[in-house]
């Protein structure tokens, strides 16, 4: 084995390839991409260079920062809801379910595998105020309150999605959550209860830094995967009303395939990485720095 | 340290500049630039249609067994679909490669269909055509040269829709309302609808279009029907005080609740089930809708009980309640890449054939001469094929010359501005940004 592995024509035959096929499929697109940015026009009519104007249009594109914002709007408030919810069910897990929290991590669980599209007619059907009336309006009509158009302002239909969202993931960082705070040494806790640590002490000088590591994954996972929400935007309300709920990726999506323009849709699409590259480099230098601390 | 980070430097800066050049060359080398057939076109008359109209690949396979079958002996028609809505990058990925299917669904967007024609993509059908282009009709003729520029046509209008307001007689008659001839008393006739409990209007505000219409054909009324070509020509703005007051006299129909509650939530099929089971007095939609009409199970409020009536005129405007708004549907192109003899003779073929056989079986209105009107024709549509048949030139819809973007924006804001979370001001501003 060791011969094989000392053999530079080995190594190259077995990874070679698995090499190939991964450039071609991800590393060309990506390149390809990267070109567009360079370039205007469309496939049907050719690509002639325009320098870096792709570039100041972003700049100076007002649908681009609106887009920009609700995408860091969205994504800071979809990582504290389902972070901390997942961190809430994951200490109810361990400390008070224990091992009859089988059931209720399954049924929590249960609509992190449910297709997005799916999901997103439910909740449509759910907060529907016409032609009929949904449950949550039919639930306020009973109150006595008048229903609410929750997917005819962009501050409605926001929540609405941040509801939906958070309801589809909260069980997928309960359970990450939970596997890291299961980790935990029982005896630092015990003897930490036994020198009277108890409730929000003991969460917040034990349980909280040992779990940090997988705290911070958590967050990690959750702000690059909002970063690029699209497929619940799509599906609950296509970015509207107006503009009011589209994310760059949606914004990116249309101006490329909608639009037919590649070049400025590759360079949202870059400006889009950039800011996942920023946010991930940021959380794991805090992630560093906290660590030497400890 | 310093001699570290140069030597990283070093190593990344060439890495860099390779992988740029790579990316630029990848990029820039997808051409524009068209290739054409061989002489008797392709082996295959090969049809490509969306999925959700099976309309044409029906007619067609129907005339390969009859009226074209030497043509489909020549060349054998194969029919293919693609889902319907990704047509438009269906198509612009086969045109960007030079493998336009012998006859397609052209795409819905006239920017695209533009970018078709100026690249050499599709047929000229007028030049293919040739003395059998008298069997398009000069309504339809005068559509699509308005959408394509010039006076060639490069599509085959398998479709002709009329628009306008269709509305329930008997709830106009219940609330002694006549047939509103000018915008004032629409809006009056609605006014009085919502006071004894009717919803006037039913619009689907998901998609926007059919309250974007009603800007639209306000322009035409008021300020002449090549009041948006001025606009594409840039001789005019959206943002002209003009262009502003149809918008306003639509949000003021709205604010009024002309539209109902939640307009935004409404869908297309919602629109059609609001009226068809009389939840609403009056809807605006094209034509297309008879298929509807006309089936019991979802018409609850009878055929006889729908009519048709023009959009309403504007008081003291330079257009006329004649001119009709129309469009073409989902027409046909031609691939270049893919013509030849064998496909010209198919599409003579299918000019010569299509209008009647696509009336006597599906009962769709098209674009061509129809020379045997069916006799067990239901009443409204053949009210629809007599006006149709009358109507010599046509007007277009308010999005028709915009770019995708303008028509994205301006239908995706069409329900804020029924809503009156918009202004007319505000939503032409944005429509006029969009294009720019």
């Not at chain 2, 010359?401 to 007319?424: E, I």
């Amino acid at each position: 084995m060791k011969s094989v592995l000392g053999d530079r024509r080995a190594i190259f035959a077995l990874l070679g390839p698995a090499l190939l096929v991964y450039s071609l499929i991800v590393m060309v697109p990506i390149f390809w991409s990267l070109g567009y940015t360079f370039f205007t026009g469309s496939i049907v009519s050719g690509f002639t260079p325009n320098g870096f104007d792709n570039f100041v249009e972003f700049f100076t594109d007002p649908t681009a920062w609106s887009a920009l914002a609700f995408t860091v709007k969205y994504a800071v408030v979809l990582t504290v809801g389902q972070v901390v919810i997942g961190y809430a069910f994951a200490l109810m897990y361990h400390f008070y379910l224990k091992r009859a929290s089988a059931i209720i991590r399954t049924l929590v669980f249960f609509p992190v595998v449910l297709p997005t599209v799916a999901v997103a007619l439910l909740f449509q059907q759910f907060f529907q105020s016409a032609p009929t009336t949904g449950p949550v309006n039919g639930f306020l009509n009973s109150l006595g309150l008048s229903s609410v158009d929750w997917f005819g302002h962009a501050d409605s239909a926001f929540w609405v999605i941040v509801a939906v969202d958070i309801w589809r993931s909260m069980g997928f960082y309960a359970v990450l959550l939970y596997a890291g705070i299961v980790d935990i040494p029982d005896d630092i806790v015990e003897s930490s209860r036994i020198d009277g640590a108890s409730g929000w002490k003991l969460l917040r000088h034990i349980i909280l830094p040992l779990s940090l590591p997988v705290l911070l994954s958590s967050v990690i996972f959750s702000i690059n995967g909002t970063l690029k929400v699209f497929d619940s935007v799509l599906a609950l309300t296509n970015g509207g009303p107006g503009s009011g709920t589209t994310p760059l990726t949606l914004y990116m999506y249309q101006t490329s395939f909608t639009y037919g323009d590649y070049g400025y849709g590759s360079t949202i699409a870059l400006m889009l990485t950039i800011l996942c590259l920023l946010v991930t480099v940021f959380i794991f230098r805090a992630q560093r720095r906290d660590l030497t601390k400890a | 340290m310093i001699t570290t980070a140069k030597g990283r430097l070093g190593r990344i800066v060439p890495a860099v500049a390779i992988i740029g050049t790579g990316a630029l060359l990848l990029a820039g080398c997808a051409s524009g630039s068209a290739a054409s057939g061989s002489a008797t076109g392709s082996a295959k008359f090969d049809y490509l249609g969306a999925d959700t109209n099976t309309e044409i690949s029906t007619v067609l396979t129907l005339m390969s067994k009859d009226q074209c079958s030497s043509e489909n002996t020549a060349q054998p028609l194969s029919v293919g679909t693609t889902p319907g809505t990704g047509v438009d990058q269906k198509l612009q990925l086969l045109a960007g490669q030079n493998a336009l299917p012998a006859i397609s669904t052209a795409s819905g967007t006239p920017s695209l269909m533009t970018q078709f024609v100026e690249a050499k993509k599709i047929v000229n059908i007028t030049e293919a055509l040739g003395d059998e282009s008298s069997n398009l009709l000069p309504a339809a003729q005068s559509i699509i040269t308005k959408l394509c520029g010039g006076s060639d046509s490069y599509v085959l209008p398998t479709e002709f829709n009329i628009e306008g307001i269709w509305y329930n007689k008997k709830i106009f008659a219940d609330n002694g309302i006549t047939v509103p001839e000018t915008w004032d008393a629409l809006v009056a006739a609605s006014q009085k609808l919502e006071a004894a409990g009717v919803q006037p209007i039913t619009a689907d505000g998901k998609d926007g279009w059919p309250i974007t219409r009603l800007i639209g054909n306000y322009i035409f009324r008021d300020q002449g029907a090549d009041a948006l070509q001025a606009v594409k020509d840039g001789s005019a703005k959206l943002t002209d005080a003009a262009y502003v007051k149809a918008a306003d006299a639509v949000a003021a129909l709205g604010q009024g609740g002309a539209f109902g509650p939640s307009v935004g939530s409404i869908d297309y099929n919602g629109m059609e089930n609001a009226f068809l089971t009389g939840g609403a007095a009056m809807m605006y939609n094209g034509s297309w809708t008879l298929a509807n009409f006309n089936d019991p199970a979802q018409n609850t409020i009878g055929l006889d009980n729908i009519a048709y009536m023009p959009f309403p005129a504007v008081t003291g405007g330079k257009g006329s309640i004649d001119d009709t708004p129309a469009n073409i549907g989902i027409p046909v192109m031609l691939g270049q890449s893919s013509y030849g003899t064998n496909t010209q003779a198919w599409i003579k073929c299918i000019a010569a054939n299509y209008g009647d056989l696509a009336l006597a079986n599906g009962g769709v209105v098209s674009g061509f001469k129809v020379t045997n009107v069916p006799t067990d024709l239901p009443a409204l549509t053949q009210v629809v094929q007599a006006k149709v048949a009358a109507t010599t030139t046509a007007t277009l819809w308010f999005e028709a010359l915009f770019s995708p973007k303008q028509t994205t924006v301006s239908q995706n804001n069409a329900a804020l501005l029924a809503t009156g979370s918009l202004t007319g001001e505000q939503f032409m501003q944005m429509v006029q940004d969009a294009g720019q």
